[in-house]
């Protein structure tokens, strides 16, 4: 049989980290089991529900590069995939309940009866084992028993009833989903049993939690999906990081793309206890993705941020751009933090507002301009000769590569840490580099 799961959120909100967290275990499952990653969206409460949150929800899924096989705005067989659209289903299976004298009116609400001594108990996939009894559920409170509202008066269906009915006539294998929804479990099995309907297999997917603990919130920094884009995180890294919290791809796999965690996951192996949202592991993470990216792909995702900063991109062709991100090589975690590391390249203004000379003598000056005259004299404008010069230079002085090469440094970078100094040199330039040393009056 073909798996089946579904991602159902509401559209109350943007994508946030459970949720994006739930959608992607969906899809690792499907794509796992060659199987179908439905996108419904369960917008009964109408009050809080909206077409944006259903668009923001979606771009984030699509950020996240989890993309879905039937759902609202693809299709498919078993629409349709908004709630809102499927009020008569739910009436006329709630219909079949009353006639059966398993569910009862009350004013306009339709009620399911829920009898007691019932077993409801019920094997997760990823928990195990769940105790259960019909005697214990909670959702109304009547004389003695607990019964279950399936449409309320307003002809709306509860959650607990539609997303039976739907996972139902959707076809769906396996109910994945964050362990809050355990508790109701039970109630959406005394549906299907009073429907004589097979139920699906339940995962459960454990809490997310702060690194202190608590349950994530917007106490903890960022929590929707796309705040980790606007901070500078891939997309990639991302899913990488989301797919680690509380599953692992096998001993010292951290770093991998989409169809690698496809094929290695299995639900089995999802850990029940709580997963903790470590911002320093995405770091690293995302900084190892970073690293990875071809020059052409790694520029497509830093302009936008050198952008941000104000600096003139347009004033350079990519292939100059793309080869000082290679430059950079691994420096900078995120996309935005690597952007303002190598903003030198781009434009001298950064520079100048980060380096400020003070306290050169002018002994000082007169030695420094001699050690950039004979550099500036290079012909070969190589990184590789622009140093062997500059050793000559110093040792032929008899003084130390250091002091010269770090107002060097500041002089084109405006800061203390770089790639090579040399390699910086030969990519800005012989012109540029002489600019920036001149107005340093240091040439
Ligand atoms: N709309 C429910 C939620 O967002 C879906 C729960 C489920 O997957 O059954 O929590």
Do not use: C
């Not at 890294?237 to 991998?256: H, M, P, Q, R, T």
């Amino acid at each position: 049989m073909e798996t089946r799961v579904r991602f159902a959120p509401s559209p109350t909100g943007a994508l946030h980290i459970g949720g994006g967290h739930t959608a992607l275990f969906n899809w690792l499952w499907a794509r796992h089991t060659g199987g179908k990653f439905i996108l419904r969206i369960e917008d009964t409460d109408l009050q809080r529900s909206t077409r944006e949150y259903e668009d923001t929800i979606m771009s984030g899924m699509e950020w996240l590069g989890l993309d879905w096989d039937e759902g609202p705005n693809v299709g498919g067989s078993f629409g349709p995939y908004r709630q809102s659209e499927r009020l008569d289903m739910y009436r006329e299976n709630a219909e079949v309940l009353v006639k059966d004298g398993r569910a009862y009116r009350e004013d306009d609400a339709i009620i399911f009866k829920v009898l007691p001594g019932l077993d409801l108990s019920f094997d997760d996939a990823v928990y195990g084992h769940i105790e259960s009894k019909s005697d214990g559920l909670k959702e109304r409170e009547t004389e003695g028993l607990k019964d279950i509202v399936m449409i309320k008066g307003d002809g709306m269906p509860t959650y607990n009833y539609a997303v039976v009915i739907d996972d139902h006539f959707m076809n769906i294998t396996h109910v994945i989903r964050g362990e809050d929804h355990i508790s109701n479990t039970p109630k959406q099995m005394l549906l299907y049993k009073a429907f004589g309907w097979e139920q699906p297999v339940f995962a459960h997917l454990p809490m997310i939690l702060g690194k202190d603990k608590k349950k994530l919130s917007k106490r903890h920094g960022a929590t929707s999906v796309y705040e980790f884009r606007d901070m500078g995180y891939m997309p990639d890294s991302v899913f990488n990081f989301l797919a680690l919290l509380g599953w692992s791809a096998g001993e010292d796999k951290e770093i991998f793309d989409r169809q690698e965690a496809a094929r290695l996951f299995e639900l089995h192996r999802v850990t029940r206890k709580a997963a903790v949202f470590d911002p320093d592991k995405l770091n690293h993470i995302n900084q190892e993705h970073l690293k990875r990216l071809d020059p052409k792909t790694r520029l497509g995702l830093i302009k936008p941020f050198w952008i941000e900063l104000g600096l003139p991109v347009e004033k350079h062709d990519d292939d100059y751009l793309a080869a000082a991100l290679t430059l950079m090589g691994g420096r900078g975690q995120t996309a935005k933090e690597m952007a303002a590391f190598s903003d030198y390249y781009v434009s001298f203004e950064p520079v100048k507002e980060r380096y400020k000379p003070e306290g050169v003598t002018s002994e000082q000056a007169a030695r420094l301009k001699d050690f950039f005259a004979s550099l500036l004299g290079e012909v070969d404008w190589k990184a590789e000769t622009l140093e062997t010069r500059a050793r000559a230079w110093v040792e032929e002085n008899g003084v130390k590569m250091k002091d010269y090469a770090m107002p060097l440094r500041f002089a084109l970078t405006g800061m203390k840490v770089s790639p090579g100094v040399f390699e910086v040199a030969e990519l800005l330039g012989r012109g540029e580099v002489r600019k920036r040393l001149e107005h340093y009056g240091f040439a």
